[in-house]
């Protein structure tokens, strides 16, 4: 049971690493966008086959070693629970914002994707912050 945990908790890092590794891609190439219709049809392909797999390796790695330990509830779990949920509000809403934009409109886009990709930023660090210090 430990060596699950262990291994788990490593499968977890490395996951929450590659879901930062995307948002900093999204991030750097939001702000090096030229082509608005290159850019919504990069995020129509490709933001489901980075964002998905990452993301929901993360919780799914979570999940699993939150059933090893019995599903013991402590400040840790409860942060990293509601930050997942916020994650993937903040996905789903950069998503559904970007769908109706036009050319003109995008500059305002650009400026709310910025915030969103920077507020998933802070919501992972601070969860990380509280896991570390809450962590049993």
Same mark, same amino acid.
Not at 21 to 40: C, I, R, T
Not at 53 to 60: A, E, S
Not at 127 to 133: C, F, G, L, W, Y
């Given at each position: 049971? #430990?060596?699950?945990? %262990?291994?788990? =908790? +490593?499968?977890?890092?490395? $996951?929450?690493y590659a879901y930062l590794?995307?948002?900093?891609?999204? $991030?750097?190439? =939001? =702000?090096?966008?030229? #082509?608005?219709?290159?850019?919504?049809r990069f995020m129509l392909v490709y933001n489901p086959m980075l964002v998905l797999?990452? $993301?929901?390796?993360?919780?799914?790695s979570g999940l699993v070693m939150f059933t090893a330990m019995g599903f013991t509830f402590n400040v840790a779990n409860t942060a990293m629970i509601i930050a997942s949920v916020g994650l993937v509000v903040h996905e789903f809403?950069?998503?559904?914002? =970007? %769908?109706?934009? $036009?050319k003109e409109e995008f500059g305002s886009y650009k400026k709310r994707a910025i915030r969103y990709i920077a507020t998933n930023f802070f919501i992972i660090f601070v969860? +990380?912050? +509280?896991?570390?210090?809450?962590a049993s």
């Open positions: 049971m #430990d060596y699950m945990l %262990q291994m788990g =908790l +490593i499968a977890h890092k490395y $996951l929450i590794a995307v948002l900093a891609f999204h $991030l750097y190439k =939001l =702000l090096n966008v030229e #082509d608005v219709s290159a850019y919504k797999p990452t $993301l929901g390796g993360v919780m799914l809403k950069r998503a559904k914002e =970007l %769908q109706p934009t $036009l969860t +990380i912050v +509280i896991a570390v210090k809450f």
